[in-house]
């Protein structure tokens, strides 16, 4: 029988409100996986007739639990996920039927074993390169078996023709998103990329049936229409590195509330990943969404050239005036590929360029500020 976890009662308003979202399509019938990264082909999730949710802690809560059974070391969006999970905080493990993991990192991948204590977990085994020999054919297999890992939990069948709507219904959604995000490339950008990432990755907490592409196009419409009387001085800033949901207040928004824009997001939530899309006429559906996924550039591949690639073009279509990288605790991969990034933006591009290592504690929030105070005005003496 279906029920809200036993501590429901001293979670506050947001966060109850995203229970009982949650509950309703639940109680609806509504089937759910949860995911973490943008490796998971979330086509063959909808064509099992159920639904993804973002599962990827964003704060400090559950940190502490989490610590109890994790290094203190590790990176905090690994350790938040999993305190959520093991708290019953997060609405979106809570609720999920069972969980389709990725092994994009060491930490990840040993997390998932104690999670499956908890739920049906499946891991697809990315990949360590798309170049290496037999890594599109090994991608693709992983992703037949994710399907069948569905197929058995749910006792359905993803036929071609579940797949293929899927597979259309996401590219539509892509192309939205990625609409929405070309916003920002209008100089003034007429609305701030914070307003803009938050519309953007909400789509990951959808659970009604009505059009959200609509909603996503009506959205863009609007902002394009918006007019910006302060917006045409200041700093532009691309920002790169470590997915930012966890520091998105202290960083970006207090970026913004000091006077600069941000206007694009080279990570796994930007345009980067959006724009590829998924051959929706190949003769094997699963082998073109490996192919897809396989496409997306992040510092868990080797080597991870595309990357800086993805870089020098979106500061040449945003038209930035300089790049923060966010580095967080433990993520060493980001850290490592972080003394390219530096040299490719400071000695090639000509641009400021400003490292930040930080986890989702507030401690550091005014060192951050100061940094970015500091940066905005080199920035600004540089135009």
């Not at 399509?25 to 943008?38: E, L, N, P, R, S």
């Not at 493990?93 to 389709?100: H, K, Q, T, V």
């Not at 941000?262 to 796994?268: F, I, L, M, R, T």
């Not at 038209?319 to 060493?332: M, P, R, S, Y």
Request: charged letters at 30%; hydrophobic letters at 40%.
């Amino acid at each position: 029988m279906l029920s809200l976890p036993k501590n429901f009662e001293t979670f506050n308003d947001a966060r109850k409100k995203s229970f009982m979202t949650l509950y309703e399509a639940k109680q609806a019938g509504k089937k759910v996986i949860g995911v973490f990264c943008t490796y998971t082909p979330v086509e063959i999730i909808n064509a099992a007739g159920a639904i993804s949710v973002g599962l990827c802690g964003k704060s400090e809560q559950g940190i502490p639990e989490a610590e109890a059974h994790l290094p203190k070391t590790l990176c905090p969006l690994i350790k938040a996920s999993y305190g959520m999970a093991l708290t019953d905080q997060c609405p979106y493990f809570y609720f999920s039927d069972g969980i389709l993991a990725e092994t994009t990192c060491d930490g990840k991948k040993k997390m998932y074993e104690l999670m499956s204590r908890f739920k049906p977990v499946h891991v697809l085994n990315l990949p360590q390169g798309r170049d290496q020999a037999m890594a599109l054919d090994m991608w693709t297999e992983e992703v037949r078996q994710a399907a069948k890992f569905l197929e058995k939990l749910f006792g359905v069948e993803i036929t071609d023709e579940k797949l293929h709507d899927a597979i259309v219904y996401r590219n539509k959604l892509r192309r939205a998103i990625v609409d929405l995000y070309e916003v920002a490339k209008l100089k003034p950008s007429p609305v701030s990329g914070y307003e803009i990432s938050t519309v953007a990755e909400s789509a990951d907490f959808h659970f009604t049936d009505d059009d959200l592409i609509a909603k996503i196009e009506k959205t863009t419409r609007e902002f394009k229409e918006r007019i910006r009387n302060d917006g045409s001085n200041r700093p532009r800033v691309l920002i790169t590195g470590c997915p930012n949901a966890g520091v998105r207040d202290k960083i970006i928004k207090r970026l913004e509330e000091l006077g600069a824009d941000y206007v694009c997001a080279d990570n796994c939530a930007g345009p980067r990943t959006q724009k590829f899309m998924i051959d929706e006429n190949a003769d094997d559906l699963y082998r073109a969404i490996a192919e897809r996924y396989l496409k997306i550039n992040c510092s868990v591949m080797t080597p991870n050239t595309k990357r800086f690639e993805d870089i020098r073009e979106l500061v040449r279509e945003y038209q930035a005036d300089g790049v923060i990288e966010i580095v967080l605790h433990g993520c060493h991969t980001f850290a490592v590929e972080a003394f390219t990034t530096m040299n490719i933006v400071q000695n090639e591009l000509g641009l400021p360029y400003l490292r930040l290592d930080t986890d989702f504690s507030q401690s550091d929030k005014g060192q951050i500020e100061t940094r970015l105070e500091a940066f905005i005005e080199i920035m600004t003496d540089a135009a």
